[in-house]
């Protein structure tokens, strides 16, 4: 039996260990605020898509969009600091950056088309709370997300999106020209094209910003075409403003869209355990279970804060984690200034509105890119499956349901709210099937039969969270050290 001594000479050594690999170092000013904004800029584009999607579903004026940029970017920077620094059960105290997710999209969308915006807010924070409670016992669940599951899903939320860089193109057209104007639909594959060859051609620094690049001189270029662009929002925001809770009213609460809201929390999970498993790979310091429970409770926490102040569930960004890599820079407090500098955006309205004004067509140039390498990710975790045939139907049926409402918008109008609240979005529908299907098929006599088979396939569902890190598009292949997650004492964890 393990003795307080033994326990705290452990830990010793661990800080002692952490010390060492730079985890914890805080670099000179003049080294850190250049490498915190580079973090902010590989997480910008993808962080702004998610309020410029939700709130132009919704038909939200541009200072509306403003707000909900800015409230996100505040959130985003509150809640990476909370995941990077930590305090008491939060946080896993490793170099990661939060951001709102994709995968909550679908829902929110048909969440709020159906009860308002403060419905999705009441669901937000339900979600949080519910990500708070189950975060100590979430490696019992993890065992229904095998990467046939989340291969799907992460694949599903990429297709599922393509409608809306869609319908950023569409923007302009009318009864009379039901099209995409030409001009806009110029504007979005130059932009696209503009990110295809910086990623040929740029070096590597530039090329992880290919798409906020893209953004930005598609933007310019647009300058020069009247009636492109419109600013006139820029001119009434102001220099500072407080991000204010429950700006759009007091939360609502609506039991089908908590329930719809909370399944996307378990896929925010699974993608986070990923994230801070892969990272801890690459810094050299294994994540304990209870290291993986204080982020989740993180995540948890950030989704809370976002139900509060007007915006959305909190994630980590697999794109910052590839950073992590690519850079070498280990030193959590990277991250805890790009979360100070993501605060102050918030806080600066003009800045929101600028990106508010950034005309829809190159938004939607941007979008393809970057929605298509959501669906890509998806593709690329579906590569570690065993594809017999029924994992291919597991992945085909889960596919056809999910894209069912994207292709035909209204094939559920009929059927209850509570139903449509579910699998309107695609995404929630796809991820229910997914597990059903891998469940039903995929038989605990053929997981027996492959438990120890040490490739990844659908039968890793019943491996503990070590496995998790394949599981996620970016948290595997860096071979710096053995994929392993430890337990409180400092040994490899028993898998499940």
């Known amino acids: 039996m ?22 914890d170092a805080i670099p000179p000013l003049a080294r850190l605020f250049p490498l915190g904004l580079q973090h902010v800029l590989a997480l910008y584009a993808g962080a702004v898509a998610v309020p410029l999607i939700v709130g132009g579903a919704l038909g939200y004026s541009a200072e509306d969009l403003a707000f909900l940029i800015s409230a996100d970017l505040f959130i985003a920077g509150i809640a990476t600091i909370v995941q990077s620094v930590g305090f008491w059960r939060f946080g896993v105290r490793l170099p990661l950056m939060q951001g709102v997710t994709f995968a909550a999209v679908g829902p929110m969308i048909a969440i709020g ?27 019992q669940l993890l065992r229904f997300f095998p990467p046939i599951v989340t291969g799907t899903v992460i694949l599903i939320i990429g297709l599922s999106l393509m409608r809306v860089a869609a319908g950023w193109i569409m923007t302009g057209s009318t009864a009379d020209a039901p099209g995409a104007p030409p001009i806009n639909v110029a504007f979005a594959f130059g932009t696209l094209l503009f990110i295809v060859l910086l990623e040929r051609f740029a070096p590597a ?30 001119g009434n925001a102001g220099w500072f403003a407080v991000v204010t809770p429950f700006h759009f009213g007091l939360p609502v609460f609506e039991i089908a869209s908590i329930i719809s809201m909370c399944i996307v929390g378990v896929v925010i999970m699974t993608e986070t355990t990923g994230d801070m498993i892969a990272v801890g790979e690459i ?22 804060l976002g139900g509060i102040f007007n915006t959305f569930p909190y994630t980590a960004f697999a794109q910052n984690v590839g950073l992590v890599s690519l850079t070498g820079v280990r030193s959590r407090y990277v991250a ?31 979008g393809i890119a ?91 569902a019943v491996r503990g969270p070590a496995a998790a890190a394949l599981v996620h598009p970016d948290a595997s292949g860096t071979g710096l050290i053995d994929t392993v997650v430890l337990d409180d004492d400092g040994h490899a964890a028993p898998r499940l």
């Not at 790009?338 to 941007?366: D, F, M, Q, W, Y």
């Not at 889960?398 to 695609?426: C, K, M, R």
């Open 2 to 23: 393990t003795t307080t001594a033994e326990k705290a000479s452990k830990a010793a050594d661990r800080k002692a260990r952490a010390a060492d690999n730079g985890v």
């Open 113 to 139: 088309q159906q009860h308002g915006i403060q419905t999705i807010f009441g669901s937000v924070i339900a979600c949080g709370l519910f990500m708070v409670l189950v975060a100590p016992f979430f490696a």
């Open 205 to 234: 620094a530039l090329a992880r910003v290919s798409v906020l690049l893209g953004l930005v001189v598609g933007t310019l270029v647009a300058l020069f075409v009247p009636g492109m662009t419109d600013w006139s929002g820029v």
């Open 283 to 304: 810094v050299e310091r294994p994540v304990t279970r209870r290291q993986l429970a204080d982020g989740l409770r993180a995540d948890g926490l950030g989704t809370i």
């Open 336 to 366: 805890t200034m790009a979360g100070a500098i993501l605060v102050v955006l918030g806080l600066i309205p003009k800045v929101s509105a600028i990106v508010e004004g950034v005309p829809r067509a190159v938004l939607g140039g941007a």
């Open 370 to 460: 970057l929605f298509g390498m959501v669906a890509a990710s998806g593709i690329r975790t579906l590569a570690k499956v065993k594809f017999n045939n029924k994992n291919v139907l597991v992945v085909a049926i889960s596919v056809g349901i999910a894209l069912l409402p994207t292709v035909t918008p209204t094939i559920y109008d009929e059927f209850p709210d509570w139903f449509q609240l579910i699998f309107d979005s695609g995404i929630s529908a796809g991820a229910i099937v997914a597990i059903l299907l891998n469940l039903l098929l995929n038989s605990d006599e053929m997981r027996r039969e492959h438990a120890n088979d040490p490739s990844i396939g659908a039968s890793d």
